[in-house]
């Protein structure tokens, strides 16, 4: 606290000393214990005053005291306002401060006057004030002035983001959170309600339940197109699952254990549903995810979006430079009601082109993320069919060239981490939080063709036709009103982009996601071909072979998709060999392959079973002369490179580091044991492991933690419908065989060639038994 008694100005003599001393340590002690002194307004006004210019207090616990004396019930609050007008001035510059430069933690030595205001009750004071209302016993409520209301919900912003604690003080009151709520019905109020709200939600332990908002659906219903935006920045807090890291780095292990405590309905997808069931509600996204903003004109655009970017840094002072414009615009025109009343407004135009841009793609992010969290939500089927309905596909294909992807070289391209949540700009977030709706969309359902225009359609179906292969049920019973219009649809758009991206961008990672799930699911020939008509199997194999790219992210992300495009697809072999036409271009790929099994073995695992298909498939002279010029074919046929990759599968994964994303080594190895049950070749797999393991001197080692993962395997994926569907349709290997092949390694007798058991001499046997035991 020494801060507050000021480093030049020591109190003359003990008592003096311990006098200051003690105002500050029993106020700190009281909010800790709630007894003693709470608020300023305890203590006598001539020892206050004494002591202020010694501690630099800047008059802020004298002011603190007028204001509690001027706010009595039933008093008249405008001179309570003309206080709290001065406290503010001392208050904002240091949150303007904050907001602008590098923000760091806060502390009282950073910002004493906001320090100051808490540490005397401020805080507590201006709840008391902004709630008054609700505590009266009379029917008819007494209304604050609106002036008020904004300039106390300014000054409590400001304490919460200069001084730590304040933030988690508030949203430890029920009762306050959701008196905020009821703020945002008034329009003038909105903006400042709003950005407290999303302050205090953002820190709260538990997740606020949306249906405890008096009159929710009421309250966005009223809400006009831009405070719906704003809206969706709230419930971004309310509707995901809270964030406790990369959900990928999580192990299966702990996850699994986590949803045996909570089989019940987690907040976030109670919120979700709740929020489905307001009428109008996706609708109103949708058409807020797709309205038109005005075009930047000029070739210093990029630059000057950055720049300003650069100085606001928070959506706190770009929504309040445009309130002030919507405000000024209001006394000089009778206000519209139509949602593009804000980009009509007459003032509008005095803001800088790109700021007008920024605003708008910073409410596009948070629509686009509060729809892609329901898309991945329980209610994902009818999610998509009200986005389906409202055209929210067409909407997006319409602002691809002209927002979302528009035209530019920027010569100071941000690489940054696959994180939707990192600290990069509104274009770069823009454009991640649109990949992920479209990898949200397409996953495993069959709207992904909305993706597509009429002619595409038609495409995929002379495909079929000329294979002489039955159209997907999918594709035909697309709603072709529903259908991206114009000369090319988004997914087409998109590969255009993913072309034109250095080698290295992270954007390359959500474009390769977006795209792999348009392939995903059950196969198909006709989906694969019109990706390879269109050159992407040739793009994904020169960022893989020849463009240096070294970021993991990216390479996985073009793995797992090169796996997708050439799944059973004999052309997409015939093609990768005419690329890759070089041993050194064979011999870079491979080395790109094994740099990293758990990034690579979906591709793999899509080599193994297409070699196995094309293997039975012999009658056709075509499969039969790709088997014998294809060099990745031919590199795979050899059982010794197939043994070499199941080594390695087995080995870099254990039960207790098994998570979503390593799990699939697990799966590949368990492709490659059943194809070679399927030919009576198991036994020779398995004694293969066991030589592996005594030539390498570790006997059992790699077995036991073999019948681990399987013994894991089951508990995982007998009680999950969605994951055994996945296996199912993406090895074409019915899951009844999955089953069974994996019953039968685990069998306990030793007598039997199928079973691991069989391989493990006994002082070796079950030396992890209890990993798994509850």
Known sequence: MATLLGSESPCTGGKRRNCNNNIVTKFTASKITGQGFSRGTQLPGGLLQERDKRAKWNGIPTLLQKLYESSHPNSDLSHAHNFLKVLSSHLSMEAMSFVTEDRKTAQESTFPNTYTFDLFGGVDLLVEILMRPTLTMQK??????????????????????????????LAARDDFVLFLFTLMTNKKTFLQTATLIE????????????????????????????????????LSVTISEPDVGNDD???????????????????????????????????????????????????????????????????????????????????????????????????????????????????KVEVLYVLCVLLMGRQRNQVHKMLAEFRLIPGLNNLFDKLIWRKYTASNHVVHGQNENCDCSPEISFKIQFLRLLQSFSDHHENKYLLLNSQELNELSAISMKANIPEVEALVNTDRSLV???????????????????????????????????????????????????????????????????????????????????????????????????????????????????????????????????????????????????????????????????????????????????????NTSLVILMLARRKAKLPFYLNALREKEYAEKYPGCLLNNFHNLLRFWQR?????????????????????????????????????????????????????????ED
């Open 249 to 363: 780095k999580h192990t299966l292990l702990a996850k699994n254990a986590q949803q045996k405590r909570n089989a019940s309905p987690s907040r976030a997808e109670v919120n979700q549903v709740t929020l489905l069931n307001i009428p109008g509600f996706i609708e109103r996204l949708c058409k807020l995810a797709t309205r038109k903003v005005s075009e930047a004109t000029g070739a210093n655009f990029l630059q000057e979006l950055e720049d300003w970017y650069t100085w606001l840094d928070n959506a706190l002072v770009l929504d309040a430079l445009m309130q002030m414009a919507t405000e000024d615009a209001e006394q000089s025109s009778t206000e519209s009601s139509d949602e593009s009343s804000l980009a009509t407004s007459p003032l509008r135009h005095r803001l800088p082109q790109s700021m007008k841009i920024v605003h708008e793609i910073m409410y």
């Open 199 to 234: 302050d205090i939600l953002g820190v709260k332990k538990e997740m606020i339940q949306l249906e405890g908002i008096p009159n929710l659906s009421g309250l966005v219903q009223s809400f006009d197109q831009q405070q719906l935006a704003n809206f969706c920045r709230i």
């Open 140 to 169: 008819k409520k007494p209304k604050m002035n609106d002036d008020l209301v904004k300039d106390c919900l300014s000054v409590l912003y400001n304490c919460c983001i200069c001084t730590e604690g304040v933030t988690k003080s």
């Open 484 to 666: 991206c219009d114009g000369k090319k649809g988004l997914l087409t758009r998109l590969l255009a982009v993913m072309k034109r991206e250095p080698p290295d961008s992270s954007f390359r990672f959500w474009q390769a996601r977006a795209v792999e799930s348009f392939l995903r699911g059950a196969t198909s020939y006709a989906d694969q071909m019109f990706l390879l008509k269109r050159g992407l199997l040739e793009h994904i194999l020169f960022c893989i072979i020849d463009s240096g790219c070294t970021s993991r992210d990216v390479l996985q992300s073009y793995f797992d998709l090169l796996g997708e495009l050439m799944k059973f697809n004999i052309d997409a072999f015939k093609r990768f060999n005419k690329y890759v036409n070089t041993p050194e271009k064979f011999q870079t790929f491979l080395t790109q392959i094994n740099s990293s099994l758990v990034d690579s073995n979906m591709l793999v695992r899509c080599i193994v079973l297409s070699l196995d298909r094309f293997e039975s498939q012999t009658e056709d002279v075509k499969v039969v002369e790709v088997l014998s010029e294809c060099c990745l074919l031919s590199y795979m046929a050899r059982v010794e490179n197939r043994l070499s990759f199941l080594f390695r599968l087995i080995t870099i994964i254990n039960v207790q580091t098994l998570t979503q994303e390593n799990v699939s080594c697990l």
């Open 716 to 772: 995982h994926y007998l009680n999950k419908d969605k994951d055994s569907t996945c296996l199912e349709n993406s090895s074409c290997i019915p899951f009844s065989y999955w089953k069974e092949t994996v019953s039968v390694l685990l069998g306990s007798d030793r007598t039997s060639l199928c079973a691991i058991a069989s391989y493990i001499d006994e002082p070796f046997m079950d030396l992890d038994r209890d990993l798994l």
